[in-house]
């Protein structure tokens, strides 16, 4: 069973504090990993992808991948409140040639000014 | 907005009834999704069609029938539906079904409600 495991929160960060949103995932295999954003009563949508190990950096946000220890992390420095929302983590299988993703459960974040 | 449309945005029927959710995709993407988001639980895939051939079937129930008439249209036909598939349905599409690296943008969702 393939997995992508996050907690579920919330987490609750101060306004202009650092976030740190982590996954973990179970096949080794992986390889792209997806973080979208959902705020509540709206659909999903793609804020960074990554597929080599190390930090990628677009703006305010920061996904961080590290392949040995099957996880992937997306910082979110000076948060604001309109960052409040859930953040899914979302990892491409690798066994087959298509774009199959497996979402986890999502983590509800929280900033408070 | 995010180029893909879907009707309706909220949905509720009875056990017996039959209907049907309608996605549109204005972005000249060649893949389209189906996924169910239900409280608590993570997404889940449940079709995928490639240049209108579905490509993936999630194991899901008969009861639900995906319908693929061109690349930018994309149907779900509900019919003697269980509580338990009360959800949130999202339409979804991609440029293409086999890239590197392939972004799915989402619809917002039609809310389902079975009685």
């Known amino acids: 069973q393939k997995e992508v495991e996050q907690n579920s929160g919330p987490l609750s960060v101060p306004e202009g504090a650092i976030a740190s949103l982590n996954c973990t995932y179970s096949d080794r295999g992986s390889q792209s990993f997806f973080w979208y954003r959902q705020y509540s009563g709206k659909s999903p949508e793609l804020i960074m992808f990554i597929y080599s190990n190390g930090d990628k950096e677009d703006g305010r946000f920061t996904a961080q991948l590290n392949k040995a220890s099957q996880y992937v992390s997306l910082l979110i420095r000076d948060s604001q409140p309109s960052d409040s929302a859930t953040y899914l983590c979302a990892v491409k299988q690798p066994d087959n040639a298509g774009n199959m993703l497996t979402f986890g459960g999502g983590t509800r974040l929280m900033v408070k000014p | 907005e995010t180029g893909v449309t879907q009707t309706p945005r909220h949905l509720v029927m009875g056990m017996t009834n039959k209907k049907s959710l309608k996605c549109e995709q204005h972005?000249?993407?060649?893949?389209m999704y189906w996924y169910k988001q239900s409280a608590k639980k993570p997404l889940e895939l449940m079709f995928v069609?490639?240049?209108?051939?579905?490509?993936e079937n999630n194991s899901v129930p008969s009861r639900f029938s995906p319908e693929c008439p061109n690349s930018s249209h994309l149907f779900l036909h509900l019919h003697t539906l269980q509580p338990e598939d009360s959800a949130l349905y999202l339409c979804?599409?991609?440029?293409?079904?086999?890239?590197?690296?392939?972004?799915?943008?989402f619809g917002s969702g039609t809310q389902l409600s079975v009685l």
């Open positions: 069609y490639s240049l209108e051939e579905r490509v």
């Open positions: 972005l000249g993407h060649n893949a």
């Open positions: 979804a599409s991609s440029q293409d079904w086999t890239g590197t690296n392939e972004k799915l943008f």
